[in-house]
């Protein structure tokens, strides 16, 4: 990742999954964010079926992407990480 001229934040971008939060991607997040001043970014895309999504039940994935973010940052925050979601 670069930095914009006078900029010197890094800025990670999360996309958290199926998978996330999980121990070993938040110690990576959390060595990377070390080595420069971080804010991190996490994304928590709703995982629906495509028949669930074609009829736009879209509720119960909504509610467990919710869940993986809130769980992603909270677990950052707690070890010193600036993150957002």
Same mark, same amino acid.
């Given at each position: 990742?670069?930095?914009?001229? #006078? ?7 999360? $996309? ?12 990576? $997040? ?7 001043? @971080?804010? +991190?970014? $996490? ?14 039940? +879209? ?5 467990? *992407?919710? #869940?993986?973010? *809130? @769980?992603? +940052? ?5 070890? #010193?990480?600036? *993150?957002? #979601?």
């Amino acid at each position: 990742m670069s930095s914009r001229s #006078g900029d010197e934040r890094r800025r990670i971008l999360v $996309i958290a999954n199926r998978t996330c939060p999980c121990p070993a991607l938040q110690r990576e $997040i959390r060595k990377r964010a070390e080595q420069a001043d @971080s804010e +991190v970014l $996490i994304v928590a895309p709703a995982l629906n079926t495509r028949m669930k999504h074609w009829i736009s039940d +879209v509720d119960d994935a909504r509610t467990q *992407a919710e #869940g993986r973010l *809130a @769980s992603a +940052v909270e677990g950052l925050r707690q070890g #010193g990480v600036p *993150a957002e #979601g």
